[in-house]
């Protein structure tokens, strides 16, 4: 069976947490609310649903569950959405359902109308929305997650099962995962497919509708969100309570295992989600509300049924409650819950305007103090700016010892110059004063109430801290050295990645194209290459022909420009490519307009052939005597005419004598050549291959600044291909083990005799130089005059890849006859030598193969045949 709802329903009904369990006792009695548990068949991977029996609630450890379920779904629970692992919540799916012990408990859901109470990592499968309809998802206190799947990874070869409605773990790469936020509807469109999936124990709604009710929605004060745009979530940082029916309230948890940086994180791009700097601030906990005397389960009024004719009342015009504020009783085809829901669930209410601060459950008081007093928000951003120039300097002169350090230090001041620039915009605005708060803030503490302003502000603050003594004030300078910490204070001693780069890549050291040659390799018509000739001619894309480039080069030129983009921001993150990519334009733009732009040369066409010459036919009696120009001279001159010119000698002699001493009016229309369409067709031609031809440039332009990256990747590339796959794996073990390579040292070392460097980085002593001889030189021509030291290096580079590539360059195979060699002349010889011994020693059957006659005697092949054809055998 599936809790799916399976039509479409033209009522829209509002969803909340009710605050007393205890009056639930009544639906729940009248077997209005059911118990299921979610379970994924092992044969079809599709997630159904086991229903209870409808008497479940006669046990008192299903009851307890349901009422745990439903107050635990009131508290915020901080949870990491990148944490959310498939591989354990598919395991748990494949759980059997029929067990109803401790297993079963802990995935029991209940279902009451639209409304769905369910525990952690509850998941209708993959859903598709029908077309015409939306599926909408009211959230209560609680964020649930949301995994799109997007039209590419539908088409993608890694297509997912779309009728078991499930997942699998190595599906998860082909979502898109947004977060729902809490006390928000969320329509999702129609051909949406997306899987659904809380975080914890929550309450939330589910419709089928019709899409003609979105207006309906908006005209009626539904806050909607759009699913697409939330990728993270930060909530208090307090662990969830035991799972009991009695909890402490959240006010009277102890502080334990609070952080003063786990919230309100500095909003920077996704790319340095893992450097975040907390503002100094802290949120407030509020005290708890006492419950209305009216809060008890009545049944609500008739739900309203969308008609075309007349729009949709979803809740009372009331502006901030759903529900009237006096319970109604009103016999109901079915009951909901109607206590008030949260002001989040409808339109945001205005911010207040008064100059006394009022206290609101998602707001700071440091907040709400810049928003009445102006004055103090400026000084914070001065002194903000302050810090992040102090922390810029000093991150700029911190010792870079390594490649890896150099990026994550550039990494580090783009976070902090971004940060630095957002603070000068908003000071910019704030010294502008659009809004008249600064002049007023001003003029209310210069007035002649100056005191009285000013102790009724301190008023406010010390009873803000009287009713909550544990919130305490960050100040700005604890943040900072926070940050500062990243480089120093790192787990294992190990200096933390500010971005992610492949294995092939090597922290920025290397390009990784092995994608974009794939692309380039399935280009109909152009040649097929390996890798490393490839890195060498990427950029080379004027010598492509311009038939060659159709609309799978486009999307091969699109693929490379991502690539070199997204490489470059993480290299590089301090040079700034929009600058690049206007410089670049402008450039092409002239280059262009001169057709001098590379592959793209302007085609430069004969004036006859397209104008035509005039043709005086004053000297001429007759067809024939035209004839007598030849077919080029006669096309020039039909075409000058504007006549068709095709057919032959005689057709277009006769053609063009036909016109003598004849206006064109008075021609047959039928001799005229049709107008050529190719104007509009020619422009568009044109304009495609400009937009070609402008990724070109931007493409010149990325691989000059990644030059250094290409040449050793070529190098790399080249040393690869010539190990064996021993030497591979152990060159991979000792880059694990251990990053030396990645250590540069920029001292300059006291070396006058150039003596090689030891394990610790200094030169070894001299005596031990001598004893291994390396004050002897070798040179090799075959390796390409490559000098080595010492005998050990001259006999071990032998076996080597340089020596082997030299060896397959000559066509020689290297062998051991070939030790010691290192003159090419020589091992020519040696190889000719080689040859003709081995061709001495071939088999030759004219003169060893042996036969025997008639009489016994043994002959070899030539006597025998010559015998035989004499005919004396």
């Known amino acids: 069976m599936d809790a799916f709802p399976a039509a479409p329903s033209s009522t829209v009904r509002p969803v909340c947490v009710p605050d007393k369990t205890d009056a639930l006792d009544h639906v729940v009695r009248q077997g209005l609310v059911k118990a299921f548990i979610t379970y994924q068949e092992p044969k079809n991977n599709r997630i159904f649903v086991s229903f209870s029996s409808p008497t479940w609630f006669q046990k008192k450890t299903l009851m307890d569950n349901f009422k745990r379920t439903i107050h635990e779904a009131q508290i915020e629970n901080r949870f990491d959405p990148d944490a959310v692992q498939w591989e354990k919540i598919s395991q748990a799916f494949m759980r059997n359902p029929d067990r109803t012990l401790k297993n079963a408990d802990k995935r029991m859901g209940f279902q009451f109308n639209n409304m769905f109470i369910v525990k952690s990592f509850f998941t209708f499968g993959l859903r598709k929305v029908e077309p015409g309809t939306i599926h909408l998802i009211q ?18 070869q890694a297509e997912p099962n779309l009728y078991r409605r499930s997942f699998e773990p190595y599906d998860q790469m082909l979502y898109h995962r947004t977060v729902m936020e809490p006390h928000t509807s969320y329509p999702i469109p129609a051909g949406t497919q997306y899987i659904l999936m809380t975080v914890q124990k929550t309450v939330f709604a589910l419709d089928v509708l019709p899409e003609t009710i979105l207006t309906t929605l908006l005209q009626n004060g539904f806050r909607l969100g759009d699913f697409r745009k939330a990728k993270h979530y930060h909530q208090k940082a307090y662990k969830l309570p035991p799972p009991t029916p009695a909890h402490t309230p959240v006010e009277e948890r102890p502080a334990s295992g609070k952080r003063p940086f786990a919230k309100n994180y500095l909003e920077v ?109 400026q000084r914070r951003y001065h002194e903000e700016r302050e810090r992040l120039t102090d922390t810029m300097v000093k991150e700029m002169l911190y010792k870079k010892s390594s490649n890896r350090d150099q990026i994550n230090s550039d990494h580090r001041l783009r976070i902090l110059l971004d940060r630095h620039m957002d603070c000068t915009y908003n000071l910019k605005e704030l010294y502008e004063d659009k809004d008249g708060l600064r002049k007023a803030e001003i003029a209310s503490l210069t007035g002649p109430n100056e005191f009285a302003e000013f102790y009724s502000r301190l008023r406010e603050i010390r009873e803000f801290y009287r009713k909550h003594p544990h919130e305490i004030q960050v100040p700005m300078s604890v943040e ?52 490393l000739t490839y890195l060498s001619i990427f950029d080379q894309l004027f010598d492509i022909p311009k038939e060659r480039k159709n609309s799978e080069y486009k999307k091969y030129l699109e693929c490379l420009l991502e690539y070199l983009e997204n490489y470059i921001i993480r290299v590089k993150p301090l040079l700034d490519l929009n600058e690049e990519m206007d410089s670049v334009l402008a450039d092409f733009e002239k280059q262009w307009e001169q057709g001098a732009f590379p592959g793209w040369h302007k085609e430069t066409e004969s004036a006859l052939t397209h104008a ?126 251990s990053d030396s390579d990645d250590e540069d040292d920029n001292d300059v070392i006291y070396n006058p005799k150039n003596l090689p460097l030891g394990w610790d980085g200094k030169p070894i002593p001299y005596w031990l130089y001598k004893l291994h001889g390396l004050n002897i030189t070798y040179s090799c021509e075959i390796c390409g005059n490559f000098t080595y030291k010492g005998p050990k290096a001259f006999q071990r580079h032998f076996a080597e890849w340089r020596h082997a ?69």
Not at 492 to 503: C, G, K, L, Q, W
Not at 666 to 687: C, M, Q, T, W, Y
Not at 852 to 870: C, F, P
């Open 139 to 156: 959230t209560t206190n609680v964020p649930v997650l949301i995994y799109e799947l997007p039209p590419s990874s539908r088409r993608s």
């Open 269 to 377: 791009p996704s790319r340095y989600k893992k450097i975040r700097i907390a503002p100094a601030t802290r949120r407030i906990q509020r005290p708890p509300t006492p419950e209305p005397a009216t809060s008890v389960f009545v049944p609500p009024p008739a739900p309203v049924v969308v008609a075309p004719a007349a729009p949709v009342v979803v809740a009372p015009p009331a502006p901030v409650f759903v529900s009237p504020p006096a319970p109604v009783a009103v016999a109901p085809p079915a009951p909901v819950f109607v206590s008030p829901p949260p002001p989040e669930t409808l339109a945001p209410v205005a911010a207040p305007v008064l100059p006394e601060p009022t206290l609101t459950d998602n707001e700071t008081y440091n907040e709400l103090m810049d928003a009445v007093f102006a004055p103090e928000q």
């Open 480 to 531: 900072f050295e926070e940050f500062n910490k990243l480089r120093e204070s790192t787990e294992d001693n190990v200096p933390e990645n500010m971005v992610d780069f492949t294995d092939e890549e090597g922290y920025g050291k290397f390009l990784d194209l092995h994608e974009c040659y794939e692309k380039y390799v399935n280009i109909r018509g152009l040649e097929k290459v390996d890798y």
């Open 612 to 737: 035509g010459a005039h043709l005086d036919l004053s000297a001429f009696s007759s067809w024939e005597e035209l004839a007598s120009l030849g077919l080029d001279r006669l096309k020039s001159a039909l075409m000058a005419l504007g006549l068709k010119c095709g057919g032959t000698l005689e057709e277009r002699a006769q053609r063009l004598f036909s016109t003598k001493g004849k206006k064109l009016s008075e021609l047959d229309p039928n001799v005229f050549a049709k107008s050529k369409p190719g104007k509009a067709g020619r422009h568009k031609d044109i304009e495609r291959q400009r937009e070609l031809a402008i990724l070109e440039a931007q493409l010149y332009r990325l691989v000059e600044t990644v030059s250094e990256q290409r040449q050793a990747t070529k190098e790399n590339v080249q040393r690869k291909q010539a190990r064996t796959v021993g030497e591979r794996e152990e060159s991979d073990n000792e880059a694990s083990e």
């Open 805 to 873: 590539h030299g060896m397959r360059c000559l066509g020689i195979p290297n062998t051991a006859h070939f030790a010691n060699v290192t003159q090419i002349e020589d091992a020519l010889g040696l190889w000719q030598k080689l040859k003709e011994q081995k061709q001495k020693e071939r088999f030759l059957p004219s003169n060893e193969e042996e036969y025997e006659d008639t009489q016994g005697n043994v002959v070899n092949k030539k006597t025998y045949e010559d015998l035989k054809r004499q005919g004396l055998l």
